[in-house]
């Protein structure tokens, strides 16, 4: 059984950080590339972030370039989003997610529904305020 379990969310200042884990299982987790969205309250889902499946490769949304760092380590089977310099608008639901296709890694998405992944995990909470 797939499983994606996300922790280290939640309350920081702005311009604090903060790192996301999650931690993967049920699959061979170096064959996938693997994805952050988020979700703020009321919001549509928000792409984010995408690494390859042995971390060569990444893309990030302009929203979050130069602040939020992607990288996994696959000896553990974990996912990391770095985020520093966080801002009040980056609060929200982080997800992350799996590719259903072996050893590819998708474009950044402008829209993104569920069905673009074929597992996620719950979320873990991220609360930016003073």
């Known amino acids: 059984e797939v499983q994606l379990v996300e922790s280290g969310g939640g309350l920081v200042q702005p311009g604090g950080s903060l790192r996301l884990s999650c931690v993967a299982s049920?699959?061979?987790?170096?064959?996938?590339?693997m994805y952050w969205v988020r979700q703020a309250p009321g919001k549509e889902l928000e792409w984010i972030s995408g690494i390859s499946w042995n971390g060569g490769n990444s893309y990030y949304a302009e929203s979050i370039q130069g602040r939020f760092t992607i990288f996994r380590n696959n000896a553990k089977n974990t996912l990391y989003l770095q985020m520093n310099s966080l801002k009040s608008e980056d609060a929200a639901v982080y997800y992350c997610?799996?590719?259903?296709?072996?050893?590819?890694?998708?474009?950044?998405?402008?829209?993104?529904?569920?069905?673009?992944?074929?597992?996620w995990g719950q979320g873990t909470q991220v609360t930016v305020s003073s």
């Open positions: 049920g699959f061979t987790f170096d064959d996938y590339a």
């Open positions: 997610a799996k590719d259903p296709r072996r050893r590819r890694l998708k474009r950044p998405l402008t829209t993104i529904t569920k069905n673009e992944y074929d597992y």
